[in-house]
């Protein structure tokens, strides 16, 4: 199948080079045209622009951020929506908000064109070794139409429900993350302020009862300080928790702490963390410069 690969950012760069790893013909398009480069070298081709994909794709595949990046690249003056032939399918595996999806499903519904949205857990190394989980929202038939292709990049295809369904359970596992990694952070600057040495609050955080596993593979980054080369990045998941909290009031429930965590986490990106990891949360509350801390 001709697959068509849109947004080659940390996580679509890596999915797509194991699609073209597994022997797939992958046409290509990214706003900034030099993140495509390793995947051209993998025998990828470029197109000039969302439409010209379409043009070419069986399946198009969008790996953005944020949700208006997604609405460009579908509905923009050079969008691929109407470039794609009805009966085609386009999966979406960016983290969007519910609502978000089910308007882009009725998009694409009214073009003739299939519609999944497939959003992912694992980060930077699970893009990178295929071994990504797919939350996934949809007809039945059309996932099974493309899960071969989905093994590829991942190595867990779970079925939420109809359309929208997968972006919801990711948007509950992201505004956890968030508020996890912020509640930690906290505890870790009140543990320090009050003259726990950080080697043995750590283990005592992360081995415990409330150690998230997450947390334990950004030890290393809060030991040394640096956040550079962003797994996930901070401005990110900051879009995260805000679509979260979008959704919550869609939805007519309340979420004061996500909340507050997503303030925290705008307070960072408007001091200049947006492109660090997102466990640079812990850095900015410490009140550690960015020199202190890289990035
Ligand atoms: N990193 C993770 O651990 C992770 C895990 C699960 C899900 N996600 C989700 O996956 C998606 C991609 O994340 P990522 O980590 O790969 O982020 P990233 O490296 O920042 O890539 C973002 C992608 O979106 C494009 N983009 C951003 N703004 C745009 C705009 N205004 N117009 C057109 N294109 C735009 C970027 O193009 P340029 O290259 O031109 O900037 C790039 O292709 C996000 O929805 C994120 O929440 C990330």
Redesign the pocket.
């Known amino acids: 199948m001709k697959i068509g690969f849109?947004?080659?950012?940390?996580?679509?760069?890596r999915m797509a080079a194991n699609l073209r790893n597994a022997g797939h013909t992958v046409v290509v398009h990214?706003?900034?045209r030099e993140?495509a480069e390793h995947l051209l070298s993998l025998g990828a081709t470029w197109a000039a622009s969302p439409a010209d994909v379409a043009l070419e794709a069986e399946a198009v595949f969008t790996?953005?951020?944020?949700p208006?990046?997604v609405r460009?690249?579908a509905l923009g003056g050079d969008g691929f929506l109407r470039a794609l032939a009805p009966g085609r399918l386009w999966v979406d595996?960016?983290?969007?908000d519910p609502s978000f999806s089910r308007e882009m499903a009725e998009k694409a519904r009214e073009t003739g064109v299939r519609f999944l949205d497939a959003?992912?857990?694992?980060?930077?190394g699970?893009?990178a070794e295929a071994k990504?989980t797919f939350w996934v929202g949809g007809a039945t038939v059309d996932l099974e139409a493309i899960k071969p292709l989905l093994e590829c990049m991942g190595n867990r295809v779970i079925h939420c429900g109809g359309q929208g369904m997968g972006s919801s359970l990711?948007m509950v596992m992201?505004q956890m993350l968030g508020t996890v990694m912020a509640a930690f952070s906290e505890g870790l600057v009140l543990g320090e302020a009050l003259g726990l040495p950080r080697k043995e609050l750590l283990d005592a955080l992360l081995d415990g009862a409330a150690g998230a596993p997450f947390l334990k593979l950004k030890r290393g980054r809060i030991e040394t300080g640096n956040y550079e080369a962003?797994?996930?990045?901070l401005?990110?998941?900051h879009?995260?928790l805000h679509l979260a909290a979008v959704s919550a009031y869609d939805s007519g429930v309340a979420m004061p702490v996500t909340n507050a965590a997503k303030e925290t986490f705008g307070l960072a990106v408007r001091g200049g963390r947006g492109d660090a990891d997102f466990s640079a949360i812990y850095a900015f509350l410490a009140g550690h410069s960015s020199t202190e801390s890289r990035l």
């Open positions: 849109i947004g080659l950012g940390i996580m679509g760069s990214n706003r900034t993140k790996m953005l951020a944020p208006e990046a460009q690249a595996f960016s983290t969007v959003p992912v857990t694992g980060s930077k699970y893009a990504l990711k992201n962003a797994d996930f990045s401005r990110w998941l879009k995260d």
